[in-house]
């Protein structure tokens, strides 16, 4: 155990405390002193022990219960991201199916207007004017140019069936994440409480010797997320993604911090859990205006890992991920379309950002996954 040659050292020092307590003089020495000293020294090695022990359970669950929530947390962006992926394409499909159905309405018209009485009889047989759209009777009645249209009516309209299906699965596993991260969150903050209560009921040597394992674990926990960084940008060297992209992948590109920002390269260093940093960190005033670096949709959210959060589903292809934004643009509403320069969040220290200064956590995902964004902001907000 971590903690076994640590508490040799404080009873150790513990005993020289006492001992420099206990009167040296020969004379005062007696067998009845030496064999109470001794009993004091037996004590204070078990109290500090205790102490000690108390403290590394109580951390050693803080930390795993911070762990749980981090990874039900990292879940529920991963789900929520989805989610704006599949409220995109289902918008998408509707402008498609809306256009559609418009083709199919004009065949209607042409075919009853072509003496097609059938056409009526089926209208008030189908259940639905989807189902007359897509009836075998209008595909009869159509031109082999139109049958593309009518086809692709009864393909997309399938599609955007499936897709919403899938959403409404998603939102249902979001609201049992979210369930999840309050109970998590109670749960950390009892044992955070019971670690506080660890440390101050103990002594003042005993505090001690807890500050001093604290800044053990702190740095060997610091020197594994180092060796898990430089691991991960390794990996991600040899994968091509360190490097970010090209200025040309994102024509049109305008820098997320409105006037600019002070930033540097941190892809890859080290965060709490063993993560790595997989954006760029964009400094300036607090609700400094962040805007829509490219035309696409907008969604809106909030996590306790990025704070007060924005995606911008770029028309390009690419997913941009603003975080720890102070608030969100009152003018404009999720899941709406916007220009490349239109404000979409307000630049602050949300989330598990709120100790540090104001900034933007800005990330750019093509297909979904995260490369190195530091090129292009410099490219561009330069």
């Known amino acids: 155990m971590m903690i076994s040659r640590f508490s040799r050292a404080v009873v150790v020092a513990v005993m020289f405390a006492l001992m ?24 204070a090695r078990h109290e500090a022990g205790h102490a000690l022990d108390a403290w590394e359970q109580s951390q050693d669950e803080l930390e795993a219960a911070l762990l749980a929530l981090e990874e039900v947390t990292s879940q529920r962006e991963l789900l929520e991201y989805t989610i704006g992926l599949l409220e995109h394409k289902i918008e998408a499909y509707q402008g498609e199916i809306a256009e559609l159905k418009v ?35 209008l595909i009869d009645n159509a031109a082999s140019r139109d049958l593309a249209d009518l086809d692709r009516l009864q393909s997309v309209s399938r599609e955007m069936d499936r897709l919403t299906i899938d959403l409404d699965e998603q939102r249902i596993e979001v609201e049992v994440l979210e369930a999840e991260t309050a109970t998590l969150v109670e749960r950390t903050g ?33 020197a594994e997320a180092r060796r898990r960084a430089e691991e991960a940008a390794r990996v991600a060297g040899q994968s091509g993604k360190a490097g970010g992209l090209p200025p040309e992948a994102t024509p049109g590109f305008q820098c997320p911090v409105l006037g600019g920002a002070s930033f540097i390269n941190t892809w890859g260093a080290p965060r709490s859990g063993g993560r790595t940093h997989k954006g760029v960190d964009m400094f300036n005033s607090r609700n400094t205006p962040l ?17 007060v959060s924005t995606h911008v589903y770029g028309d390009d292809g690419i997913t941009y991920y603003y975080a720890h934004l102070e608030s969100h643009p009152t003018n404009i509403s999720s899941g709406q379309r916007v220009s490349a320069g239109t404000i979409v969040g307000y630049l602050g220290s949300s989330g598990n950002a709120r100790f540090t200064s104001p900034h933007v956590h800005f990330e750019i995902r093509p297909n979904g996954v995260a490369v190195n964004p530091y090129p292009t902001v410099r490219h561009y907000c330069s």
């Open 190 to 222: 009892e044992l955070a409480e019971q670690a506080r209560a660890t440390y101050a009921s103990a002594t003042a040597a005993e505090r001690a010797a807890i500050d001093r394992l604290a800044k053990e674990r702190r740095e060997l926990q610091a």
């Open 103 to 137: 083709i199919a309405r004009d065949l209607v018209i042409e075919a009853y207007t072509s003496g097609g009485r059938t056409i009526v009889t089926t209208a008030f047989e189908v259940g639905s004017i989807q189902d007359l759209l897509t009836s075998q009777v």
């Open 20 to 43: 420099a307590a206990v009167p040296t003089g020969a004379s005062a020495q007696t067998e009845e002193d030496v064999e109470r000293a001794e009993d004091r020294l037996d004590t």
């Open 291 to 307: 805007v829509a670096v490219v035309d696409g949709t907008v969604r809106f959210s909030s996590n306790s890992l990025g704070g």
